[in-house]
């Protein structure tokens, strides 16, 4: 039976068909993601597949007896709850042991003074069989990076909520995960932890991602969602690519096919004065049927975009020195560069390491503490940012544009019009003339960029601009930006549009540091990779070190504060192990009974094997610490 089975599935709102009569279904270890546009139906269709919203009509039914966990796009949290408890929300068993042995550990480190006593907790884990699912929860809130179990959740940036909602639906151990843009608001190393944990990960996905990288490596199949029906196609994103340029060349020599025949059964109509015979009537049906076809619109996403760009003059915008602090947290320290036309640099850094910060600096709207800013007289900012504009709900999406401009001139000196650049970024006349709060949420995000745009900038900051578009728009903008001639900036967590678009990049180190890389986002990668499984260098067979490096190294090597409680506790781990053994062992030898001393047997193999991870684990702890 499949883990899930969705038969017969309709949904609109007012005069708009999302989808009607779809019917597919996920098999186990199954890995699927929904494609198509904005406002398809891509996330309505998992809310309520997920139970989160009404269908019109259809069926959705899971295997009995799955676990099933979900994180929305926009994942909704008691705002007073601390982290650990929004983790652990779940009403399972298992789970809320581990919480309560979590939290004790977490306030036995906290205040030591106290002298908490968890052996209570101890037993219960033991009792359970918890401790292989309390160390598969440590390893995802570590490579998730939470640590601050008692911060609130409305203290949190989006990127910490995202990854508490993350951790929350990976802790209850799921057969099957919905996730609906799991990559938006993480950094690039977390994304790339994710994909080994979902690629190694026996569990059941359905998912809604525009990340192409992320599709690639994590999908087997996929489901694209256009016009209200969905096509499915085997394989990971780049094969259904290629199965779907096939479907599109298909589909151009039907509807060519029907046109030329069209032409013909016109002539025949207009010479017949009225269909009075049933062979007469079937072969108006026909035509009718065939005008249908022959109207079918083939969509392509190959349009390329060139605006004419303003002039650059010899000065674009000169960074010296600059320099920005938030309390005691250092995000610039002392950084210079001056831009150049033509330069396309990628912004990469964890969250909150002050990427965003630095682009508000470029463009102007946050003041550096200290250093020099200078901008050219021809410089022409566009800064896409990820704040959402409040549009007038009741204007038009026609209006919205034109606002801005009715007429933009093209690099060959043509002029195009608001409507046929709105059209171009997949705005179709009937769209046109909607209102603006009838709009989906990427539809806004993308009528905004739109403006920017239309704004002819000659310098263009872009931060996140992947976040909530679909891949259709992602192609039109990347063909823009392609022939984009100048000064590009780009924070994205998309590795795919880094890679397409920049050729060099600023990496936030943290404290303020900013290194300048030669190269895209992989090379960069790659080079990382290489660095960290490279063995240490020697200075001629040597094990010379410089006291400045040994310093180095020894920081580089502390215990993060999740392994600090992991060290302190693993020695009281194994004495409770050991203590368990021996009492086991004692009653080996005073059975007799075949079957009882073989699960005994079982149960002491099961410690020891636990013993020998935790002691190795003590051990290698014990000397990063020492």
């Known amino acids: 039976m499949n883990y899930l089975s969705v038969e017969n599935l309709s949904k609109s709102y007012n005069e708009k068909v999302l989808f009607e009569d779809i019917t597919f279904g996920l098999e186990e270890n199954q890995k699927t993601a929904i494609v198509g546009v904005n406002g398809a139906g891509k996330s309505t269709l998992l809310r309520i597949i997920a139970g989160l919203e009404a269908k019109d009509q259809g069926v959705v039914s899971f295997k009995k007896d799955i676990q099933v966990a979900i994180l929305p796009q926009n994942p909704v949290f008691d705002e007073e709850e601390n982290v650990l408890e929004a983790v652990f929300s779940e009403d399972i068993e298992v789970l809320r042991i581990v919480r309560d042995y979590e939290m004790a550990i977490h306030q036995a480190t906290i205040h030591p003074e106290k002298g908490t006593d968890i052996s ?23 490579w998730l990076g939470i640590e601050n179990f008692d911060q609130k959740i409305k203290e949190l940036s989006g990127g910490q909520r995202k990854r508490v909602a993350m951790a929350r639906a ?8 919905i996730l609906d843009e799991p990559t938006n608001h993480l950094d690039l190393e977390t994304i790339e ?17 525009h990340d192409r990288y992320f599709l690639d490596k994590v999908t087997n199949d996929i489901i694209e969602l256009d016009n209200g029906k969905i096509f499915r196609s085997k394989g990971n994103y780049t094969r259904f690519l290629e199965n779907k340029e096939e479907r599109q060349k298909q589909l151009s020599a039907s509807v060519e096919k029907a046109k030329n025949l069209l032409r ?7 010479r017949q004065p009225k269909a009075r015979g049933t062979k007469a ?3 108006v049906d026909a035509y009718e049927e065939l005008k249908e076809k022959a109207s079918t619109k083939v969509t392509s996403d190959d349009m390329v975009i060139r605006l004419a760009n303003e002039r650059q003059g010899k000065k674009i915008l000169e960074l010296e020195n600059i320099s920005k602090s938030y309390g005691d947290k250092t995000l610039l320290d002392k950084f210079s560069y001056t831009f150049k036309k033509g330069d396309r640099i990628g912004i990469v850094g964890k969250n909150g390491i002050g990427k965003s910060t630095f682009l508000d600096i470029l463009s102007g709207r946050l003041k550096a503490d200290s250093g020099k800013t200078e901008q050219g007289v021809t410089i022409n900012m566009g800064y896409f940012t990820q704040e959402e504009t409040q549009f007038d709900p009741n204007k038009k999406v026609l209006d919205i544009i034109q606002e801005v401009a009715e007429v933009i001139t093209l690099d060959d000196g043509s002029e195009i019009t608001a409507s ?5 970024f997949l705005f179709p006349p009937k769209v ?18 739109l403006r920017v745009l239309m704004k002819n900038p000659n310098f263009l900051i872009l931060d996140e601009p992947t976040n909530d578009f679909d891949l259709a728009t992602l192609s039109v903008l990347e063909n823009y930006l392609e022939s984009f001639d100048g000064c590009l900036i780009i924070v994205s967590h998309d590795r795919y549009f880094m890679d397409r678009l920049v050729d060099h990049l600023f990496i ?17 990668r790659d080079k990382k990779v290489k660095e960290e499984k490279s063995p240490a260098s020697t200075n001629s067979g040597k094990a010379t070190q410089t006291k400045a490096a040994k310093t180095k190294d020894k920081n580089e090597n502390k215990l993060s504060y999740s392994e600090k409680r992991e060290y302190e506790q693993l020695m009281s781990e194994i004495e409770k192990l050991e203590s368990r053994k021996a009492v086991l062992t004692e009653e080996m030898n005073r059975k007799t009974d075949f079957s009882e001393l073989e699960e005994l047997g079982k149960q002491v193999a099961d410690i020891s094997r636990q013993l020998d991870e935790k002691e190795m684990r003590w051990l290698e702890l014990s000397e990063r610490e020492n």
């Open 508 to 524: 936030f180190e943290g404290q303020g540091k900013v290194s300048d890389f030669p190269g895209n986002y992989s090379i960069y």
């Open 420 to 424: 046929q650049l709105l059209n171009q």
């Open 432 to 449: 046109q003339y909607n209102l603006v709060g009838k709009l989906s949420g990427g539809e806004k995000k993308r009528l905004q960029l």
């Open 281 to 283: 009537k079937y072969r």
């Open 193 to 209: 932890r994710l994909e080994e944990y979902l690629i190694n990960s026996r569990m059941t996905l359905l998912m809604v991602t």
């Open 170 to 177: 990976l802790v209850v151990d799921p057969d099957l995960l």
């Open 120 to 142: 209570p907790l101890l037993e219960k884990m033991d009792q359970h069989n918890a401790w292989d699912y309390e160390n598969q929860v440590k390893q995802i809130l570590g």
């Open 264 to 270: 013909k059964e016109t002539e025949w109509i207009r």
